[in-house]
């Protein structure tokens, strides 16, 4: 595994390379997860028993492109302050951020915005649009966003897309053509365990994961991450899902608190629609 660790526990960040001009830079804590995070995983197991039980870490996922001009999605949380512009730094070099990509006002994904732009101050903030209080988060200058907004960095080109999932009423998606890369934000949430930190999903299948594990976990984790959902209908979620598949050509899965998935794309994507149609069926008096 090639990756670059900055910093560790909270503060840890994990760079690795998913295409050339693509990077994913993870924050997870490893060794000491469960002592900041508490014992979730086995709370999870205990409703359903092919959940990992030492699963206690969970992703906070930033992407950058590298092109002509240079993209980051998300800044990860307060913690990661220092390291994320460490990370910056070193991956930038002597080249500017050009754009700095907001998919919705969360700390563990905006928190770093107005740290980053001390950085880089000629950097394009970029938001969702509807917003009136964005001066909060340090982003009151942002250019914000509509659905099907478009964005060449060079070769590679950005398309804004509208979310299925969503945990905050105003959050957008990010696709991008040339790669297939697809940025769902909080969609597939996900747990590992310390000896999985920085693994990308087919690396994972090594440590006894697979694509039937990544369904059992997403429909315990969604129900959490996605309170609606126990009152949405399994067929029309099943429907919107197929719909999105087949309109997106999905080669990168880069969610924010997922493993990347970069190999074997649909097994995990028709894991990924059963276990939506599992996570509104479920028993919320056991989820909660």
């Given amino acids: 595994m090639n990756v670059k660790i900055y910093g560790e526990g909270i503060n840890r960040i994990g760079v690795r390379q998913i295409t050339p001009q693509i990077y994913w830079i993870c924050h997870c804590i490893g060794k000491d997860a469960e002592k900041h995070n508490g014992g979730f995983a086995a709370d999870f197991a205990r409703i359903n028993p092919n959940i990992d039980p030492t699963a206690n870490d969970i992703n906070y996922n930033s992407y950058l492109f590298m092109d002509e001009k ?35 006002t969360e700390l ?36 914000l966003l509509d659905y099907g907004d478009e964005l060449k960095l060079g070769e590679h080109e950005i398309e804004i897309i509208k979310p299925i999932f969503l945990d905050h009423a105003l959050t957008q998606w990010l696709y991008e053509r040339k790669t297939g890369f697809l940025c769902p934000v909080d969609w597939a949430l996900m747990a590992q365990n310390e000896h999985q930190s920085f693994l990308f999903m087919d690396e994972m299948e090594a440590t006894g994961y697979s694509p039937e594990r990544f369904m ?73």
């Avoid at 390291?83 to 080249?95: A, C, F, K, N, P």
């Fill in 70 to 104: 240079t993209l980051l999605i998300d800044t990860l949380g307060p913690a990661q302050h220092n390291t994320i512009l460490e990370v910056l730094s070193d991956l930038l070099g002597e080249r500017q951020l050009d754009y700095l990509w907001i998919s919705h």
């Fill in 216 to 288: 059992h976990d997403v429909s315990i984790t969604n129900c959490v991450v996605f309170a609606w959902l126990r009152w949405a209908d399994p067929d029309q979620i099943a429907e919107a899902i197929d719909a999105f598949f087949a309109k997106y050509d999905i080669r990168i899965f880069a969610a924010s608190h997922t493993q990347v998935i970069r190999k074997d794309v649909p097994a995990y994507l028709a894991a990924l629609r059963e276990a939506m149609r599992r996570a509104v069926t479920a028993d919320y008096n056991l989820v909660y």
């Fill in 108 to 143: 563990p994904h905006a928190a770093n915005a107005t740290a980053i732009r001390r950085q880089y101050p000629d950097l394009q903030l970029m938001a969702v649009g509807g917003h009136d209080h964005y001066e909060i988060h340090g982003l009151e200058d942002a250019l």
